[in-house]
């Protein structure tokens, strides 16, 4: 099993509309899990066509 690269917690506590708390199903925490890995995939890729070993703001 692979490592989470998100914080469950710390998602919980933006889930908020108007201050109040929303709930978090598991169904979303592993949607957003998927799509965290394919921004960061998608950024790497870019980092090494412009010849850098750095993925930085400027790849997303």
């Known amino acids: ?3 989470s690269v998100i914080v469950k ?3 919980k506590e933006h889930a908020k509309l108007d ?3 929303l709930s978090v199903s598991d169904e ?3 949607a957003l899990e998927e799509e ?3 921004i960061v995939e ?3 890729k870019r980092a090494k066509q412009n010849q ?3 993925i ?5």
Do not use: H
């Open 9 to 11: 917690s710390q998602v």
């Open 42 to 44: 998608k950024a790497c």
């Open 36 to 38: 965290v890995k394919k």
């Open 19 to 21: 201050g109040k708390p």
């Open 52 to 54: 850098r070993n750095t």
């Open 56 to 60: 930085m703001a400027r790849d997303l």
């Open 1 to 3: 099993m692979t490592k």
């Open 28 to 30: 979303f925490y592993k």
